[in-house]
């Protein structure tokens, strides 16, 4: 097929070059804060592309360093599951009625050490052993909110028992939902990007019957390497989206808002999206003294946050379809909307 | 470029991306960016890369790689071990950010 093979040639070559425009532009951007910084210039346009070019890079680098241990960590879980466990192993537990699939789902979020981004790697390679949609998108989902990792650090966290509870419990309920949900569609390539998911040609822990442990974790560490390497990429566009958008967005919408409760909630929804932080990072922000924001900002951040952000939204949109992406980000957004109002109406927690 | 010479960039990658990650503990710029508290998970984060980047390095050229490979990329399986590596250019980022804009 000559004419297709042309079309990748040049589809590549064009996605090669917006990688190199874009970095350009960057290296740009760059050198010229740099200059400015160091002419002592005091024009207003300097200090605001100053203060631009500060909030994109604390706001890049904070996307990616908060969210490569859990991508680590993801890729290591998805090659370990790849290797040692069988298609049947997996079927056997992932795989069945609907309310068994969503429970197994969630234990698995929880018991593995998954979080933010990390779930989606787990989550593909389940789905690529026969696990049923649903008990992979409840891992999937629940995976930010309900992993050890974040559940140890709201736990130990001083002042912050109640704000993790309540956050725990709203990933559950929204995975859960969203697990049942997902069971309601009739067709798997309806909701999930099958081209995405390579299919079996047979069972994956074959490869290592009969090697040794030193193979095993061999192979086990060069599987994790290669999916790191594959997800990395896409953590970087989301690192440089969320930055990007951090440095653009008018300095009023930042929190604290002004205004009322709504444009105050509405504001820390919308830079806990930006920021996208991780299930850890916005909980040490939120104790770290937010003393400005009113208690229900605090509330939605920590909701929101969790639930949906930038890189969230491009991991997911790897494996879900348009009409999954959908379901997720307003079924998470109206949760965690009203896990604050029931709150609110209960007196708060704090 | 090569297979080979593709693996050996993906172990580079690798490691630059852990002493990145470790630098910043060392002078201390990591809490520009993030709570301190969150330093173990970025140290052992950097480490975990620098080990990888040696496994990386050390499945050059051996066929055991492009078995694992082939797992991992199970649609590829008439490619006999391509190792991807598809837009490993991105990963210069991280480290153009930091050194470039303060």
């Not at chain 1, 003294?289 to 509330?299: I, K």
């Not at chain 2, 590829?76 to 950010?97: C, F, H, R």
């Amino acid at each position: 097929m000559p004419s297709a093979s042309k079309y990748h040639a040049s589809s590549s070559t064009t996605g090669s070059r917006l990688q190199l425009l874009v970095i350009a532009a960057m290296a740009l951007a760059g050198i010229l804060s740099r200059i400015l910084e160091t002419s002592g210039g005091n024009a207003t346009w300097v200090s605001v592309f100053l203060d631009s070019a500060h909030r994109f890079s604390v706001g890049f680098e904070r996307i990616f360093l908060e969210t490569a241990p859990f991508l680590l960590l993801g890729a290591f879980t998805s090659a370990v599951v790849a290797h040692l466990f069988t298609d049947a192993d997996i079927q056997a537990l992932f795989k069945g009625g609907t309310r068994r699939s969503v429970i197994f789902g969630i234990l698995a979020a929880f018991i593995l050490p998954v979080g933010d981004g990390g779930s989606a790697l787990v989550a593909r390679q389940l789905l690529r052993k026969g696990a049923g949609a649903p008990a992979a998108a409840t891992l999937m989902v629940a995976g930010p909110g309900v992993t050890l990792i974040t559940a140890g650090a709201g736990l130990g966290a001083n002042g912050m028992v109640g704000l993790a509870g309540l956050r725990l419990a709203t990933a559950v309920i929204l995975a859960i939902v969203f697990g049942l949900i997902l069971a309601q569609e009739s067709g798997l390539n309806r909701i999930i990007k099958v081209e995405n998911l390579p299919t079996a040609t047979g069972d994956s822990a074959s490869l290592l019957e009969g090697e040794g442990h030193a193979s095993k974790a061999k192979a086990i560490a060069l599987a994790a390497s290669i999916e790191f390497l594959e997800w990395m990429p896409l953590l970087v566009i989301a690192a440089l989206i969320g930055g990007l958008l951090q440095a653009l967005i008018p300095a009023g919408w930042i929190p604290p808002v002004q205004g009322s409760a709504a444009w105050q909630n509405a504001g820390s929804g919308l830079w806990a999206i930006l920021t996208a932080q991780s299930a850890v990072g916005d909980l040490y922000t939120v104790q770290n003294g937010l003393t400005t924001w009113s208690v229900s900002a605090q509330r939605i951040y920590l909701l929101v946050g969790m639930a949906v952000d930038v890189k969230l939204i491009l991991f997911y949109g790897r494996i879900f379809r348009r009409k999954a992406l959908f379901y997720w980000i307003s079924l998470s957004l109206s949760l965690s909307l009203l896990a604050g109002l029931v709150i609110e109406s209960f007196g708060g927690l704090r | 470029m090569k297979r080979n010479a593709r693996i050996k960039f993906s172990a580079l990658a690798l490691a630059v991306l852990g002493l990145f990650q470790l630098s910043l503990i060392w002078d201390g710029r990591l809490a520009d960016y993030v709570d301190p508290r969150q330093g173990i998970l970025v140290f052992l984060t950097g480490l975990g890369c620098v080990i990888l980047a040696q496994v990386v390095l050390s499945a050059a050229g051996k066929k055991f790689s492009k078995a694992v490979e082939n797992e991992v990329h199970k649609e590829d399986l008439g490619a006999e071990g391509t190792w991807k590596s598809p837009g490993l250019i991105w990963l210069v980022v991280p480290l153009m950010v930091f050194v470039l804009f303060r």
